[in-house]
């Protein structure tokens, strides 16, 4: 099979499209015959190494995939059954998805829902996947359209722009923060309301400011984070799930303890199989197929190692889906 390899040895580190042996995939259950995969910005600081994301060596990049089964020692699985895996250590400690096979343990696999495509699925991937999860959240917490305003920053992403489409496609009002703010037009016609600069949340702020956030899905971390929770409204929601500006959160507990602010963590790699398909059946259901479409480029496992350093770069909107076959 091809495969994306990443190396580090006493030559340094390195990525490469080479071809590996099947009988090297490694244990599970299923294997499967990839037909998309997909480049998140984790795979791109893997393959680049501009991060320590990998924890063995060698490994195949990629925290998503989609396929067929092509052999199964699973009763809960049969050749021909159409399978998706995000998250579980792909591509870290466990060979991912940008190759064209996979060997993976069967309670990883859910069974691609009714509409979908393995291209559409990789086209939401871990990223639409993680925003669902906002989504969810908000909703567990009690907020519905009509509360107020839904900042979602990092809307240019692939994951704030999926919250973006789902948000507002259930009807809540969204305010799209981006760096990127000649997006605007792309951010409104995934149903932003509004889209304001990033800069007006991204340097370092006061404990409180003025309320205005009824909820939050924020993928940026860091002053970013911090300004969201210090001018979301009394009893608002905001969901956490990224880091793009870092990893700090130079904040103080007024939100909280004056506001009754809820900062709400999302994790999507581990996420329970019961969670998981819940989010992805409403997937399947909500996001809208223009939307998904406009969202997504498509790239051949050839060009991939070359769009990570794009990607890094800030110079990809959305999500790229990665067809292994070409």
Not at 53 to 63: W, Y
Not at 119 to 125: N, P, T, V, Y
Not at 254 to 273: D, M, N, Q
Request: contains cysteine.
């Amino acid at each position: 099979m091809q495969a994306i390899i990443i190396d580090k040895d006493n030559d340094g580190y390195r990525s490469r499209l080479t071809t590996v042996p099947d009988g090297e995939l490694p244990d599970g259950d299923v294997t499967v015959a990839i037909e998309y995969s997909t480049l998140n910005y984790k795979d791109a600081l893997a393959i680049t190494g501009s991060s320590p994301v990998v924890r063995t060596f060698p490994m195949i990049p990629g925290v998503d995939l989609a396929g067929t089964v092509a052999e199964s020692s699973s009763p809960d699985y049969l050749v021909g059954d159409r399978v998706l895996v995000t998250g579980h250590g792909l591509g870290e400690t466990h060979w991912g998805g940008l190759a064209q096979k996979a060997r993976v343990p069967s309670d990883w696999l859910i069974e691609i829902p009714k509409p979908l495509t393995s291209s559409q699925a990789m086209g939401i991937g871990t990223a639409g996947f993680t925003a669902m999860l906002c989504v969810l959240a908000l909703e567990d917490a009690g907020l519905r359209p009509g509360d107020g305003e839904i900042v979602v920053t990092g809307a240019s992403g692939g994951v704030g722009g999926a919250a973006v489409s789902l948000l507002a496609g259930a009807g809540f009002d969204v305010v799209a923060a981006t760096g990127r703010t000649e997006q605007a037009d792309y951010l409104t016609t995934l149903g932003a309301a509004g889209v304001m600069d990033r800069a007006e949340l991204s340097e370092p702020g006061k404990p409180l400011g003025k309320e205005r956030w009824a909820g939050a899905v924020d993928t940026v971390g860091s002053h970013t984070l911090a300004n969201v929770c210090a001018t979301t409204r009394y009893g608002g929601t905001v969901t956490a799930c990224g880091l793009a500006q870092g990893m700090d959160f130079p904040a103080t507990v007024a939100p909280f303890i004056l506001r009754g602010v809820t900062l709400k963590g999302i994790e999507s790699v581990y996420c329970p199989p019961a969670r998981r398909k819940l989010a992805w059946d409403r997937l399947a259901s909500d996001f809208e197929p223009a939307h998904l479409e406009l969202m997504t480029t498509e790239v051949g496992l050839s060009e991939t190692i070359e769009q990570a350093s794009t990607l890094l770069a800030g110079n990809v909107r959305g999500r790229i889906t990665v067809d292994v076959n070409r």
